[in-house]
């Protein structure tokens, strides 16, 4: 058995996250996830359930070339990797001409399992296997569930019979149709992107004149293949698994992220060192590290009840934590700076961050060396979905809702932006017309120094 990546997308969505720098894509299989990049969590978490051989799709030279650079061909993870080749990309159509253009190439004949580099499953890889074989399935297709109103325009869903067998795909139905589809459990299967394959048999139906014509046009897995396949009486089966977590933009990423830390996914939990009470991990660095402020240990801080720090957080490398610091239900990188009386609160902060005085940070990523500046009597604070790209910088003062800074940018002291602004460039700032320096008393509260 083998497992398939498909790495494919540029990462729109995931903006900034997926920049390193204006106009450079980081692919969105090598963003960094709780310490370390998307896909090697993914491999490791495959190999734990048995697979050892990887095959990855890639489009395009970011996607390609790196997740070679974290993957290599597999030594370090102890699996064997192998990628496709360059001109391939010509040809690709979509994720079903990608994969069935790859299972021709690596003359692939056994079961594959297909996977998005861009989310994460908790799954029983062994069970899958067990209901695909029992049912004779072409394609053994991974759900989960949603509410109606989750579901209403947003999803795409499917009829099933009663045994699972797929008879209709539904592209996302209103809400009333969603709640006929929900029953009485008000819950709808939706399609999580993992397909265990027959790929002797996917292999043979790709060379009959139909699919083939449609490979040319255009063949998505979930838009283009699964309906067809279906409509031509191949058998899908839909197999609902424990959990799958898209990270395809901020809020999933940190909605999973926090999921992630909180044990909902067993299989990742291996990977790490036991945590301690509350799921908290902090590297021996960190409890060493001194803050220039008080002098004292984090290790020393915490056994004083100087520092808040849990449930569900994870701490790398050499983190300066200061007095007063609370942080919950987040992910530190290494060589971040926290100043006293910070809070950060389901955030991500990547390597060499800065936290200045009593920032208030509430759902939000800071990116690698990015600076967030707050002082005593200009506290800034960021929220609502608010990503900082890399080495962007965000004066005192400031507040920011639901916005996307670019790498490099400098937010000015004082400004508050509404939601869904996007600051790319200086003129940004004035297309947006930014408010001035937002009053302290629409700020949260901050104890003093």
Request: include cysteine; hydrophobic fraction near 40%.
């Amino acid at each position: 058995m083998v497992a398939i990546g498909l790495a494919g997308g540029q990462g729109i969505r995931a903006r900034p996250l997926t920049l390193e720098a204006f106009g450079y894509l980081r692919s969105k299989a090598t963003m960094s996830f709780a310490g370390r990049p998307l896909i090697d969590w993914q491999v490791a978490a495959f190999r734990d359930q048995g697979i050892d051989n990887f095959y990855v799709v890639a489009n395009g030279r970011e996607n390609r070339y790196q997740v070679k650079e974290v993957l290599g061909h597999g030594d370090e993870l102890r699996v064997r990797v192998r990628y496709s080749r360059p001109r391939m990309d010509r040809h690709n159509t979509g994720s079903g001409e990608a994969t069935l253009s790859a299972l021709d190439y690596w003359d692939l004949r056994g079961l594959a399992l297909i996977f998005p580099t861009d989310s994460l499953f908790e799954f029983d890889l062994a069970d899958l296997v067990r209901r695909h074989r029992a049912g004779g399935a072409l394609v053994t297709m991974a759900t989960v569930e949603r509410t109606a109103a989750e579901v209403a325009g947003t999803y795409g869903t499917m009829v099933t019979d009663h045994t699972g067998w797929i008879r209709e795909f539904v592209e996302k139905p209103p809400l009333d149709r969603a709640r006929a589809l929900a029953g009485r459990t008000g819950r709808i299967p939706i399609n999580a992107g993992l397909y265990l394959v027959d790929a002797a048999a996917l292999r043979r139906l790709a060379a009959g004149p139909e699919l083939a014509a449609a490979m040319r046009h255009r063949l998505d897995w979930g838009s283009d293949l699964l309906p067809w396949l279906v409509t031509h009486g191949h058998r899908v089966l839909q197999v609902p698994i424990g959990k799958a977590g898209d990270l395809g933009n901020l809020r999933e990423y940190l909605t999973t992220l926090t999921d992630v830390l909180g044990g909902g996914y067993p299989h990742m939990l291996k990977r790490l060192d036991p945590p301690y009470a509350g799921n908290i991990w902090i590297h021996e660095s960190s409890l060493r590290q001194r803050d220039p402020f008080t002098g004292m240990t984090l290790s020393a801080k915490l056994n004083a009840g100087l520092v808040s720090i849990g449930p569900n957080v994870r701490i790398g490398r050499d983190v300066e934590i200061g007095p007063g610091v609370t942080i919950k239900d987040a992910c530190v990188g290494d060589g971040v700076d926290l100043h006293p009386r910070c809070h950060l609160e389901r955030t991500t902060c990547l390597d060499g961050a800065v936290v200045g005085w009593g920032a208030r940070i509430t759902d939000a990523h800071i990116g690698v060396m990015a600076t967030v500046e707050s002082t005593h009597e200009a506290i800034t604070a960021l929220e609502g979905y608010t990503a900082l790209g890399h080495e962007a910088t965000v004066r005192a003062g400031a507040r920011l809702t639901g916005t996307v800074v670019y790498p490099r940018f400098t937010v000015p002291a004082g400004a508050t932006t509404p939601n869904g602004t996007v600051l790319v460039t200086a003129a940004d700032l004035i297309a947006g017309d930014l408010a001035a320096a937002a009053s302290p008393s629409s700020l949260p509260p901050v104890a003093g120094p």
